[in-house]
């Protein structure tokens, strides 16, 4: 929960004039009755006592609704929870990601006029045991420990001829004025493509004709809000 600030200040700042308002209408009240106590024109003195109390009945009524009205905007403007786009981040199915994002690399490759990629499960568990490490990394630039490519490969009988791999990590939600929106599924498998086209090598890997299939894995870590992505080729 995010907590504003300035708009608890401003009720505290209003409650303490309204106190203070009180206090300063109770005095002259006070001051009233003795004088009260000292006139001669009982007529008179009743007509003011009757205006007195109506002030203050009409100060307590517009220091209440003022309150509540600051008290109401703070409850709007605190977020109680993070807003999404029709989505939370409990929602986001890693696997209908990786699923999303091999279909947009497709609908890319064949834009480009290149043959479609197949998936492989061989290659997606190896891309699974990469993307979970970068969760523990934290940082997609610090080496594996799980070995280079020829002997992950290996441990999955896999014969290929040509390989490669391509990491990334993306935020899960954006920030829209006080309040983070969580990205959508769609949303997320489109950056995550992109940001692979923008880059020289994992863009060339994308478009390689020498690969012939490949395995996506997609990790979010809910303490970070980033999501890790780790995709394997083999040709």
Not at 4 to 20: G, P, T, V
Not at 140 to 148: M, R, Y
Not at 204 to 220: A, Q, T, Y
Request: with cysteine; glycine share 6%; net charge positive.
């Amino acid at each position: 929960m995010r907590r504003n600030y300035k708009l608890e200040r401003k009720i505290q700042d209003l409650k303490w004039n309204f106190s203070r308002n009180v206090r300063e209408l109770k005095r002259k009240y006070h001051l009233y009755n003795i004088r009260r106590r000292n006139s001669s024109s009982y007529k008179t003195d009743k007509l003011d006592k009757r205006r007195i109390i109506g002030v203050i009945i009409i100060a307590i009524i517009i220091a209440a609704a003022s309150i509540a009205s600051f008290s109401g905007v703070a409850k709007e403007s605190t977020p109680q929870k993070v807003s999404g786009s029709a989505v939370s981040e409990q929602e986001l199915n890693e696997e209908a990601i990786s699923t999303l994002i091999h279909q947009a690399i497709n609908r890319e490759r064949g834009a480009q006029g290149i043959h479609e990629i197949k998936w492989s499960h061989s290659l997606a568990r190896i891309a699974k045991a990469r993307s979970e490490e970068l969760v523990t990394l934290g940082n997609i630039s610090q080496p594996t420990a799980l070995g280079d490519l020829s002997q992950r490969y290996l441990n999955e009988d896999l014969g290929c001829t040509f390989k490669g791999e391509n990491v990334l990590v993306e935020p899960t939600r954006v920030k829209k004025g006080l309040f983070y929106d969580f990205l959508s599924q769609e949303e997320l498998a489109e950056i995550i493509v992109r940001g692979w086209m923008s880059d020289p090598d994992k863009g060339g890997n994308l478009f390689s004709e020498f690969f012939e299939k490949h395995g996506i894995s997609v990790v979010i870590d809910k303490k970070s809000h980033k999501v890790y992505i780790a995709q394997n080729f083999c040709g």
